[in-house]
C-alpha cells in the first residue's frame, strides 16, 4: 500500500461499520457534506448490482479488493480536507464472510492488519430494517448477532470507536461529537 495512503495525508481517516439498513451511507454522505469531505462508498453494492444477489465465497474476495482499490483511489484524489469518510471496510466483509460462508480469505485478513483508521462509528440495528434488491438480513435477531459480532471485533482492537444510534438526526450529533473528540495528533 501506497505510504502516502497509508498515512492519509495527515486525513483522519473515518469508517462507518455494521450490519446492513443501518443508515451507515446515509451517515457518510451526511458527514461528507457537513465537513465538505470526500467519502468512499461501499463497493459490494456496485458489485453485487452488477453480478446480483447469488455471490460466492470467492465473489467476497472480488469485493474486497474493490473495496481496498476504491478506498485507496478516492484517497489519492481526495484533496486537503481534514476528513475522509469510508463507508464499510474489510471488518464488515470478514464479519459477513464468518457468518455466511464460516471462513474468511487471507487476504481481507492481511488487509484488515495493514489499513489503519482513526476511527470507528458503529451502526446499531435500532432504525427499521429497509428492504432493497441486495439485502438479505431482516430478522431483527440476526442483525443483533451481527451488531454483537461487530463490537467484539470493535472492542478487541486499537482504534477508536463509537456506538451511533438513535434518529437520523441523533446518528449525525453523535458521529459528530466522536468525530470532534478525536485529537488532531492521533
Not at 1 to 17: L, P, S, T, Y
Not at 75 to 80: I, R
Not at 139 to 145: A, G, H, K, V
Request: proline share 4%; charged share 25%.
Amino acid at each position: 500500500m501506497d505510504e502516502k495512503i497509508q498515512n492519509g495525508k495527515g486525513m483522519k481517516r473515518i469508517v462507518a461499520i455494521g450490519p446492513e439498513s443501518t443508515g451507515k451511507s446515509t451517515l457518510c454522505a451526511s458527514l461528507s457534506k457537513h465537513f465538505s469531505a470526500p467519502w468512499c462508498p461501499e463497493y459490494a453494492r456496485e458489485y453485487l448490482q452488477k453480478k446480483g444477489k447469488n455471490y460466492t465465497y470467492h465473489d467476497l474476495l472480488e469485493i474486497a479488493k474493490g473495496q481496498v482499490k476504491l478506498e485507496d483511489e478516492l484517497m489519492q484524489v481526495a484533496g486537503t480536507s481534514p476528513y475522509y469518510f469510508i463507508d464499510t471496510d474489510l471488518y464488515v466483509i470478514k464479519v459477513w464472510s464468518e457468518y455466511v460462508f464460516g471462513k474468511c480469505h487471507s487476504f481481507i485478513l492481511e488487509q484488515i492488519a495493514l489499513r489503519k483508521y482513526d476511527l470507528y462509528l458503529l451502526c446499531n440495528i435500532d432504525l427499521p430494517w429497509e428492504e432493497d434488491d441486495l439485502r438479505e438480513c431482516p430478522d431483527e435477531n440476526q442483525r443483533m448477532i451481527l451488531f454483537h459480532i461487530y463490537k467484539d471485533l470493535l472492542a478487541q482492537q486499537k482504534t477508536p470507536w463509537k456506538i451511533i444510534e438513535g434518529d437520523e438526526e441523533n446518528r449525525f450529533q453523535c458521529a459528530l461529537k466522536a468525530i470532534m473528540s478525536l485529537s488532531p495528533s492521533s
